[in-house]
């Protein structure tokens, strides 16, 4: 499907990024943005010291500064937040997001910074220290601090569309760009293909519905409903696109160098047209 050009969300990339995203696009729409002290809002920048696949990301240094730094500064500057506050359990990332500006109150218990853990257990977590009687948060947005390439006008839009729709959750989500899934395929170890969905491969990829993929950039849920369901995953949500070149979720050397890419061709962009 041919994504409406008159959205920035569903838009070219190319064409966003000649238009520019930084703070001139951001402040030229700063009075779209309901203040912050209107929505009592706590932002959640999720960070523990290990990972896998990547060891080190949320510290490592992307275009001059921490990788994590990105979603600090982009939280702050949303204007959004009474708290914009870094969950880790490693003191070196600690130091460093206080060193960005985020507040560090404590140190997550290593129980919450596993494997396994789903990580809204660790913005619950976050919210219940923070606001022990549910008296101070309305609204908690849940920031990975793997995606650097969303920014504070991301964050301000999605979350008037949060405000505006009566919906209990909303999930940052993205269009799947250069390949169709709905053309997704199976491979055995003799290689033999299987069709996911066989009843689509004979239909263009314009006549297929828009499908989409979940990203780390922006997750938004009432506070009352996340003390409850426990997940962000609840019957009442819904998704706010967000471009692929603001969406990058990094967790492989592969996605890093793609990400770099992107930020260079953001900066680079606007001053070559």
């Not at 951001?26 to 779209?32: G, N």
């Not at 491969?201 to 519905?209: E, G, I, T």
């Not at 499908?211 to 995953?233: H, N, Q």
Request: contains cysteine; glycine residues 6%.
């Amino acid at each position: 499907m041919t994504p409406d050009p008159s959205s920035v969300e569903t838009g070219s990339c190319m064409l966003e990024l000649s238009q520019g995203s930084g703070e001139g696009a951001l402040s030229s729409r700063a009075s779209q943005t309901t203040p912050s002290s209107a929505w009592p809002a706590l932002a959640v920048i999720p960070a523990r010291g290990g990972s896998k696949r990547l060891p080190g990301k949320n510290v490592r240094s992307f275009h001059g500064k921490p990788a994590m730094a990105w979603t600090i500064e982009a939280a702050l500057q949303s204007e959004l937040f009474q708290q914009v506050v870094v969950s880790t359990d490693d003191a070196q990332v600690a130091d460093l997001a206080r060193q960005h500006g985020a507040e560090v109150p404590f140190l997550r218990e290593p129980a919450l910074a596993d494997d396994h853990t789903p990580v809204s257990l660790v913005t619950l977590d976050a919210l219940k220290r923070l606001d022990p009687q549910a008296g101070r948060f309305a609204f908690v947005a849940q920031l990975m601090p793997n995606c650097p390439l969303r920014n504070a006008e991301d964050i301000r839009r999605s979350f008037q569309q949060f405000a505006g729709s009566g919906t209990d959750s909303q999930l940052s989500v993205t269009r799947y760009a250069w390949f169709n899934p709905w053309w997704a395929m199976t491979q055995d170890a003799a290689h033999h293909l299987a069709p996911l969905f066989a009843d689509k491969l004979a239909q263009r990829s314009q006549d297929l519905p828009a499908v989409f993929c979940p990203t780390g950039a922006i997750w938004w849920i009432k506070a009352e409903v996340l003390r409850l369901e426990r997940s962000f995953y609840v019957g009442n949500r819904t998704g706010w696109e967000i471009s692929w070149c603001h969406a990058a979720d990094i967790d492989t050397a592969e996605d890093w160098e793609l990400a770099e890419l992107l930020h260079t061709a953001q900066e680079r962009l606007p001053a070559a047209v």
